[in-house]
């Protein structure tokens, strides 16, 4: 089912790499190539491509293509320093380039360019299967909810940002349960917050749940208080683009108020988290996760289709105002019900991580 679908990351017939341009969506979609590593860096900067896994998979690709360009030491260092650069936040991103340089290290420069494309192939494949992996337990705990229900109620989701297809290969994290539950048959309706400044889940969520008629409804930021106070919503469910040692979770901003919002109303609230979103290093979120921030016009001004089918992005602060652009923030472990892992469904503490996680856990200096 999901191979029909055009993936935001592939490889065409001639080996190019290609994109979806994610800024064009939901108005436009338009395929990008991506030639060198510097068109990797721009897009994983400028956001075509974006959500933790996918940056991770356009990152490998990156130093494939700059190891077409110049595969010595050198080259693939600096390579490796432009990548990092390009966002801050989500760890994916380090994780890659470092499978591409322990991969690449060992090999002569004349073995590396192929050596590079297949594993950066590798990752992109392995992205698909974890977060196939985690839409099974995932389902599996909304099959559990929806059966606490009366029959023939439906199972009310709600979800931020866009953890979807178009975060990862194929599949998202967070909608990879959803879409199980619907292909299973399950009575399944998601919430989908629009996610301010740059709108990921109206434009991006919406956009892939209709692709496959899953129900939705868009709503404001701000109304997940009051769905959840009218038990509207029988479970959150988001993305994460860097959890800690003792499972603290830092993703798109606003996701701590909903967890917030969740505790206060007894509402279960996953995240879901493929393993190369954890970062061993780091124990408290708060204080040691590099919080992105970026350009103030995402906040001063919206883009949007005109009736007439024009794009057009217009201020909608005074002239002038001064705003403030925070990418993500950091919901605590407390306030986490569940991770939904490759490896199953494990509390949001470092025994249970470490525990699924042994060999992560131990290259970061966690176990001996
Ligand atoms: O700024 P973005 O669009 O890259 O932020 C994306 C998110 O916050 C996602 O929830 C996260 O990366 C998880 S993606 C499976």
Aim: charged share 20%; hydrophobic share 45%.
């Amino acid at each position: 089912m999901t191979g029909e679908r055009i993936r935001p990351i592939r490889r065409g017939a001639a080996g190019e790499v290609e994109i979806i341009d994610q800024t064009l969506l939901p108005h436009r979609f338009v395929l990008r190539r991506l030639e060198t590593l510097e068109d990797a860096a721009e897009a994983i900067e400028a956001m075509r491509v974006r959500g933790a896994p996918l940056i991770g998979a356009t990152a490998a690709y990156g130093m494939a293509l700059a190891a077409a360009e110049e595969a010595g030491d050198a080259g693939l260092a600096a390579a490796r320093t432009r990548l990092a650069r390009a966002r801050p936040t989500a760890i994916n991103l380090l994780w890659a380039l470092d499978e591409m340089a322990a991969h690449l290290a060992p090999l002569s420069v004349g073995e590396r360019a192929a050596a590079a494309f297949a594993r950066a192939d590798a990752i992109a494949e392995e992205d698909v299967a974890i977060c196939a992996a985690i839409g099974e337990h995932g389902l599996a705990i909304f099959r559990d909810i929806l059966a606490a229900k009366p029959a023939g109620a439906r199972l009310n989701v709600l979800t931020h940002c866009n953890a979807g297809r178009l975060a990862t290969v194929d599949w998202g994290t967070a909608t990879a349960p959803i879409y199980k539950a619907y292909e299973a048959g399950l009575p399944i309706h998601v919430w989908v917050d629009e996610t301010r400044p740059r709108n990921q889940g109206a434009s991006l969520t919406a956009w892939e749940l209709a692709e496959r008629g899953v129900p939705h409804t868009v709503v404001p930021d701000n109304t997940g208080g009051h769905l959840m106070q009218h038990g509207m919503v029988d479970v959150v469910i988001v993305g994460t683009d860097r959890t800690t040692a003792d499972g603290d979770v830092c993703n798109k901003i606003g996701t701590y108020l909903k967890a917030l919002a969740a505790h206060d109303n007894g509402v279960p609230f996953y995240v879901a988290l493929p393993s190369p979103t954890i970062d061993f290093r780091v124990a408290d979120g708060v204080a040691e996760i590099p919080i992105e921030q970026r350009a103030a016009e995402e906040v001063s001004h919206m883009t949007g289709m005109t009736g007439d089918g024009r794009v057009e992005t217009v201020r909608i602060v005074p002239e002038g105002a001064r705003v403030a652009n925070y990418g993500f923030d950091v919901t605590p472990a407390r306030l986490v019900t569940g991770l939904v892992t490759e490896r199953g469904v494990i509390a949001a503490d470092r025994a249970a991580l470490v525990a699924a996680f042994p060999e992560a856990a131990r290259a970061a200096g966690r176990i001996g």
